[in-house]
């Protein structure tokens, strides 16, 4: 089992430029999430989902989309990248019936310039 | 509002002593707790987890306590290695409602 993965690992972008993230898992959890990192910041939650076919916001979703495509893949998108959304972009996923334990990708680190 | 605290942004600690990072909460309704450890350029992974029906968890070296009435959550480990050196995290959910809150974590440096 590969667990979560996330492409690609690394990204730069300039100002303006759009990108999508990837994410699959395939431990058939329910549930995915994709966080950011900043110093000093911890782990902040931009979007979840809880099922297939449904999203919701969390805590950073301004200049984020997200698509659960099926039950193994998450996709986040910055339609116009700003500099504000260089981070280290984690995805997550769970099995909401047994725990809140979430399993964690390697992450993508995005530079925008 | 951080509902999560992890007030220590580092320690330090000498190979074979105990570690203790602390995590203070302010949501009551927080009723599961969590700590992950991160390494350099790889993401968060589970270490230990405790509910609120219980004040203490143990896994090997790793030891979690929780005090509901302080809201106040410690890790401990002992005897600590240098493999041990991270970032810890901890997060807390309302069990079921899908989402962690995360502090910001504790850089822990074990000195050989």
């Known amino acids: 089992n590969a667990g979560v993965t996330q492409t690609p690992k690394f990204q730069v972008l300039k100002t303006g430029q759009s990108m999508t993230l990837q994410c699959a898992q395939d431990?058939?959890?329910?549930?995915m999430y994709w966080y950011r990192q900043d110093p000093g910041m911890g782990l902040r939650l931009i979007y979840y989902?809880?099922?297939?076919?449904?999203?919701d916001k969390g805590e950073v979703p301004n200049g984020y989309n997200v698509s659960r495509l099926n039950k193994r893949e998450f996709s986040l998108r910055l339609e116009s990248a700003a500099p504000s959304q260089t981070s280290v972009y984690f995805c997550?996923?769970?099995?909401?019936?047994?725990?809140?334990?979430?399993?964690f990708g390697p992450g993508t680190r995005l530079t925008v310039l | 509002d951080q509902q999560v605290k992890q007030n220590s942004p580092s320690l330090s600690v000498q190979e074979g002593r105990i570690s203790i990072l602390n995590c203070d909460y302010t949501?009551?309704?927080?009723?599961?707790f969590l700590w992950y450890k991160k390494y350099p350029a790889e993401g968060p992974t589970f270490l230990i987890s405790?509910?609120?029906?219980?004040d203490k968890n143990e896994d090997g070296r790793f030891t979690v306590f929780l005090n509901k009435s302080a809201k106040h959550l410690s890790l401990h480990i002992v005897p600590s290695q240098p493999g041990d050196s991270a970032v810890y995290f901890c997060?807390?959910?309302?069990?079921?409602?899908?989402?962690?809150?995360f502090g910001t974590g504790t850089r822990l440096t074990i000195i050989p």
């Open positions: 997550a996923s769970s099995e909401q019936r047994e725990s809140d334990t979430q399993y």
């Open positions: 431990m058939n959890h329910n549930s």
């Open positions: 989902s809880a099922s297939e076919g449904t999203t």
């Open positions: 949501n009551s309704m927080f009723d599961y």
């Open positions: 405790i509910s609120s029906i219980k």
């Open positions: 997060a807390a959910s309302n069990f079921g409602n899908e989402k962690l809150t």
